[in-house]
Structures are given as C-alpha cells and as structure tokens.
C-alpha cells in the first residue's frame, strides 16, 4: 500500500470523525431536526471499504450511515445543508440523515429500514452483471440487519448468480441496545443473544461464499478485505461476506440513554480508537510527522466548519416544492 493512499484514509477517518462529533453538538444544540444514529469510532470500516474501490462503484448504507456517505466521495456541505433540511442538501432535504443519497456517486442511499440495502446492493449488482459495466457494489450493514430475511434472500441470489457484490457487515455488537454476543467467552444459553453462531462470517458457509472476518478497527486490515473480495467480485468469481468487529463509541441514537452496557466496556474498546491506533502504525512507520497530524486536523476543522456556513446560510426549500420528488 503506497503512502498516498495511507495518508487519505488517515485524514479521511478525521474527516468522518469531526463530521460527526460536530453532527453530535448541533443536534444536541437542537439545530438538526429528526434522529441521528453516530458512526464514531467505526471509521476504519467505511473509508478501508471505500478506498478499495472506485469512483464509479455502488455502495448501500444504513440508518448509521454518514460515515459511508462521506467515505464515498460526498461533499460534508452538502451532507451538512440536507441534515439541516435545507434545499442545497443532496436530497433538496427530503432525503435527511436516514435517506441521504446520492446515486450520481453511486451512493444508493443511507437507509431507516433495518436490512433493506442488502437488495438494492443486489439489484445494483444484478445490474453491473447484466449490462456489462464491471460495476462492484459493496454493501454495508449491522449485525442486527444480519438477522433479518433480506440478507439471506441476498447473498443466496448473489451466490447462485455470482454477483459482483461485497457484503460488509459492521458487527457493532449490538443491534440497538441487544447485545449480539458476549465480548469474550461465547455461551448462548436459552435466549440470551438473538443469534446462535458467534461471528456473522460463518453465514456465508451456507451459500458457499468466502466468509471473512476482520478487525474492523484496523483501517489497513478492512481495506486489503475488501480489495480482495472487490478484485474476485470484479473477475467474475461472485460476492464475499466480510464482517468487521468493531464498536459505537455513542449510544444507539443521540440522546438515547446509555444504559444497556458498562462504562468498562465502552472504555475498553475506546482504547482501540481506529484513528489513534493508524495515527501510532503511520509514526512508526515514519510515513507521518507530529506536523502532519495537526496540518490535517487543521484542514479538516476548515473543512467542516465552511460546510456547516454552508449549510446554515443556505435557504429552506420553498413549500410549493413540498411534492416535488415524491413518489409515493
Ligand atoms: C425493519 C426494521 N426493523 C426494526 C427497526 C428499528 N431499528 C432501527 S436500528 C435497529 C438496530 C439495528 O442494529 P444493527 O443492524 O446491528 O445496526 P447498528 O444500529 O448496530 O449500526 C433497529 C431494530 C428498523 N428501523 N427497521
Ligand atoms: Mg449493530
């Protein structure tokens, strides 16, 4: 991996992280309308994801889903104006922090339906296969959304067919506040966890497809994943699951109490901060100085502190536009 692309993804985990903390004080500032679920301290996942694939390539998100929006090539403005709901954000706000989508990046949206990106990336899959574009979709998802019937009816079709599609679950370890397994030894007496296998790879197992699992807070190990499962999917040789290990440093959605895990815990997996871990490898491995690491933080507060003037100079959407773009 060259230096370029080391260097991108450390700064594009800062991008994702102060994108966010700032999305954190404006909601709880009361300037951001409607629920919004934080991907801090899953970073690695979303942008080792997105930089192992190009410009051109789909990818499907979920209800947690400004970090793959932002890992994928979209403007934080223009994310910022539609969270606002102002008319400059990509979906004229009528899209929001759940429906963010931008499909002139092949970003086919941020979903509120637990598990219903899984068809759509395989519908765009479908697509890429049919027509010939050599197209790869890569689709992300929770470890919650892996018990749902939509990932099943998924990855079977896209092994049958061998769709270019790489499923990415980011095994969070819980799915709102139920706990997906013990974080240690794994007993599942009765009905302790919703899921009777340990790790979500071992699915794959029944569609005959490679299961693998990763350390999702290593943005180096997520990125040669799915490069990987990308360059097969790519060949022809159909879709990968890759589940990723990693963890919501915030509660299920902001200003949900936090009250179904130990403070223990939560610190535990804080000491595994992506960025502070990639921060540590790229000093050691002197591809980064101190004075890199503060010129980014710089660039990146600039960055988002004009996108949020951005946003909040930006005008509302005139009422006369309220049905436009509405289909159902
Ligand atoms: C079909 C459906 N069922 C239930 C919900 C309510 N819900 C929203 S998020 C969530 C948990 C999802 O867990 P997971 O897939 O692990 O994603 P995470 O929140 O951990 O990122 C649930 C049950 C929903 N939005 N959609
Ligand atoms: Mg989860």
Redesign the pocket.
Known sequence: MNKKIKLKMYQDMVRLRRFEENVKDLFAANKLPGFV?L?IG?EAVAVGACNAINPDDYITS???GHGHVLAKGARPDRMFAELFGKSTGYNKAKGGSMHLAAPELGILGAN?????GLPLATGAAMTSKLTGNKKVALCF??????N?GTFHESINIAAAYNLPCVYIC???????G?K?YFDGEYVNEGMDYPRKVKDVAERAKGYDIPGVIVDGNDVEAVYDAVKKAVDRARNGEGPTLIECKTY?WRT??EVEPDSYRTKEEVARWKALDPIKRYAVKLSDENVIQENDIKRIAAEVEDEMNSAIKFAEDSPLPDVSEALQDVYA
């Open positions: 679920h991907y899953e979920t209800h947690r509120g339906i637990v598990g219903a998802f929770g470890d919650g959304a892996s749902q980011e095994n969070n370890m819980y799915a709102g139920v997906q919501k299920h959605y």
